[in-house]
């Protein structure tokens, strides 16, 4: 197909990032590191914030300037609600705004729920579910604004369900789940599309545990049709596509990337 509609078409385009800039929640490892490599990768520039973010040489910085895209990395406790507060507005005034935000940066604590403290709660739901919401309300504002933007959440198998022995995470991602629904609601009218990606059971450090567990790794693979963990970089494809124009009719979604764990 030719002209402009054949243009839309053309996938060099419909995943070209190249011009805008992308902030990174949990860069530093994991999820969060793949995430930032494969935006790098498609041609965005990246802002990265970590609890633990070196101030230079992170792994994150490597890979996106290998990419050939200009990186900035931030410490940012994600726990303290002040603390994100602040960097929101900083990182809302900057010259370049943020084109796509990925709220990715989470934490998980296991234990019964007769066992599960209020300090853990309290910082589960901070870091998974209060601090993407402060970033994504400072954020958006100016996304809505200028009538364009990508929001991404990482969302989880558990916004569908239950999980065992971790009710707050559980919680948490479930309000991720509606959250992402509310602002779908409000902001696509103004050109903003938010959505999120539902990781299956991924090796990194929050499966650890589960890894370990030769009867509960076993019992996950079993349920698993694609057979394997997931990789992250298993997760790439899916935050181009979200941050890209591939992606612009495409809101209040939740993609699970799942190996079919849920299609089980």
């Not at 930032?36 to 990265?48: F, K, M, P, S």
């Not at 200009?70 to 705004?97: C, M, N, T, W, Y």
């Amino acid at each position: 197909m030719s002209g402009p509609e054949g243009d839309l078409l053309d996938p060099a385009r419909l995943f070209d990032l190249r011009g805008k800039v992308a902030l990174v929640t949990g860069c530093r490892r994991g999820i969060g590191l793949a995430m930032t490599e494969a935006l790098a990768r498609a041609g965005a520039d990246i802002v990265g914030a970590s609890a633990q973010l070196e101030a230079r040489g992170s792994e994150a910085q490597q890979r996106v300037e290998a990419a050939g895209r200009d990186f900035s990395g931030f410490q940012v406790d994600l726990a303290d609600r002040a603390a994100v507060a602040e960097f929101a507005e900083e990182i809302a005034k900057r010259e370049r705004p943020i084109d796509i935000l990925v709220n990715n940066a989470g934490i998980i604590a296991r234990a019964p729920a007769v066992d599960h403290d209020d300090q853990t709660w309290d910082t589960v739901l901070e870091v998974n579910l209060t601090a993407p919401f402060v970033l994504a309300r400072a954020l958006g504002r100016g996304m809505v604004q200028r009538g364009t933007g990508k929001v991404i959440f990482t969302a989880s198998l558990l916004s569908f369900q239950g999980g065992i022995l971790v009710p707050s995470y559980a919680a948490a991602k479930s309000g991720i789940s509606g959250l992402v629904k509310a602002l779908a609601n409000e902001w696509a009218p103004h050109g903003v599309n938010v959505n999120a990606i539902a990781p299956g059971y991924i090796a990194t450090d929050n499966t650890q545990a589960l890894r370990d567990d030769s009867n509960r790794s076993r019992a996950i693979l079993e349920r698993i049709p694609a057979g394997r963990w997931g990789l992250a970089s298993d997760l790439a494809g899916a935050t181009v596509f979200l941050a890209s124009s591939a992606s612009d009719y495409v809101c209040g979604s939740i993609i699970a990337v799942d190996g079919g764990w849920l299609a089980r």
